[in-house]
C-alpha cells in the first residue's frame, strides 16, 4: 500500500512538471536578416554590324624608284650609283617633287662571285650597288611624266606604283555614316521580327579599311623614255565596319 502511494505521489509531480512547462513561454527566436539591395536588373540587348563604303579618285601617288650599278671595284660601284641617284633626284624636283616627298627605302652593296663553266670560283669578284627611292607625287596629271623624266635620268628599275587620298578623313566620315545607318537598319529590322522595340546605344567599335588599284610594276624601262608613261590611277575605296549593341524594350 505503502509502495502504491509513492508511485502515485510520483506520476503526480511529473504531471504537474508538464502543464508547468507547457505555460511557460518559449524562447523568441532570432530575427533573419533581409537584404536591402536592389534585385539585379537584367539589360536585353541586339548586336549586328553594318558596313559602309565610299569611292572617291585618288590625288597622289608614291613610286618606288631603283638605281643598280655594278663594278669589280666597291667605289666605282657606289660613285657611279651616287652620281645617278643624285642625277634622278635632281630630275624629280623639276618635276615639282618636294623635298618632303623624297625618301631613300634602301641602300645596299653586295658582292657577287664568278664562276667558270665547272662551277668553280674564278675569283673574280663583282659588286652590285642598289639604291631605291620612294617619290610621292602630289600632282597625278604629271605621273607620267614623273616617271618618263626619271627613267630618262638614270633609273633602271621602277618597283611599284601606289595610289592614295592626301586627305582621307572626309572619305573615312562618309563611310563612318554609311555603316552606322546599316547596322541602325539590321537592328530595327531584327527588332520588329522580335517583337521589341531599339533602346540606346550600349557600346560601338569600328575598323577602317582601304583598298586601292593593285600597284603596277615595271622593271628596265630604259625604253619608256621615248613617250610619257600612260598611267591609269583608278579608284580608290574606303570601307568602314561598325559592331553595334543596342539596348531593347
Known amino acids: 500500500m505503502f509502495r502504491n502511494k509513492m508511485t502515485m505521489a510520483l506520476l503526480g509531480l511529473a504531471a504537474g512538471a508538464l502543464v508547468v512547462s507547457a505555460c511557460a513561454p518559449l524562447a523568441p527566436r532570432p530575427a533573419q536578416a533581409q537584404s536591402t539591395d ?22 597622289k601617288a608614291m613610286i618606288s624608284i631603283g638605281v643598280q650599278t655594278r663594278d669589280r671595284d666597291a667605289g666605282k660601284a657606289v660613285d657611279a650609283n651616287t652620281a645617278a641617284m643624285n642625277k634622278i633626284m635632281a630630275a624629280l624636283k623639276a618635276q615639282g617633287i618636294a623635298d618632303k616627298d623624297l625618301q631613300t627605302q634602301n641602300f645596299s652593296i653586295s658582292p657577287q662571285y664568278d664562276y667558270d663553266a665547272n662551277g668553280n ?5 663583282s659588286y652590285i650597288v642598289d639604291n631605291t627611292l620612294v617619290a610621292t607625287v602630289r600632282n597625278l596629271p604629271k605621273l607620267g611624266a614623273t616617271l618618263s623624266a626619271a627613267v630618262s ?17 572626309v572619305l573615312q566620315a562618309a563611310a563612318r555614316d554609311l555603316a552606322v545607318a546599316d547596322a541602325r537598319a539590321r537592328a530595327e529590322a531584327l ?15 569600328e ?22 608613261v600612260p ?19
Do not use: H
Open 121 to 125: 670560283l674564278t675569283g673574280v669578284v
Open 207 to 228: 575598323s577602317v579599311g582601304y583598298s586601292a588599284p593593285s600597284p603596277i610594276y615595271a622593271r628596265d624601262m630604259a625604253q619608256a623614255v621615248s613617250a610619257e
Open 153 to 169: 635620268a638614270g633609273a633602271n628599275n621602277i618597283y611599284g606604283i601606289s595610289f592614295g587620298v592626301q586627305d582621307p578623313s
Open 191 to 205: 527588332a520588329a521580327a522580335a517583337g521589341v522595340t531599339l533602346g540606346d546605344v550600349i557600346s560601338i567599335s
Open 38 to 59: 536592389p534585385a539585379p536588373t537584367v539589360t536585353r540587348t541586339i548586336s549586328v554590324s553594318g558596313t559602309g563604303l565610299a569611292y572617291t579618285t585618288p590625288d
Open 231 to 249: 598611267v591609269a590611277a583608278g579608284e580608290q575605296t574606303v570601307s568602314v565596319d561598325v559592331s553595334v549593341t543596342f539596348a531593347i524594350k
